[in-house]
């Protein structure tokens, strides 16, 4: 890893990072999210909570950019 993504790393993690609650109607309608490449159910709920509350998620997983025609932003972290 170099010094920028240490940097970055860090800084996303105490400056933009922020804890989600899950809802109750989040839980109750994850299922909506078909299941095309991810079946993980943990990884699935991060991925309809952000398309459902318009955040953007970020993540070293190349099966969570599959989501995006079903409205995920995703910041790819490598």
């Given at each position: 890893?170099?010094?920028?993504q240490?940097?970055?790393?860090?800084?996303?993690?105490?400056?933009?990072?922020?804890?989600?609650?899950?809802?109750?109607?989040?839980?109750?309608?994850?299922?909506?999210?078909?299941?095309?490449?991810?079946?993980?159910?943990?990884d699935?709920?991060?991925?309809?909570?952000?398309?459902?509350?318009?955040?953007?998620?970020?993540?070293?997983?190349?099966?969570?950019?599959?989501?995006?025609?079903?409205?995920?932003?995703?910041?790819?972290?490598?």
């Open positions: 890893m170099t010094i920028f240490l940097v970055m790393t860090n800084y996303l993690y105490h400056e933009i990072s922020q804890l989600l609650d899950l809802s109750a109607e989040d839980a109750a309608s994850f299922y909506h999210l078909p299941r095309i490449t991810h079946r993980d159910p943990f699935r709920m991060l991925i309809w909570q952000a398309i459902r509350e318009k955040l953007v998620l970020i993540s070293k997983d190349s099966k969570i950019a599959a989501y995006e025609d079903y409205g995920l932003k995703i910041l790819p972290f490598s």
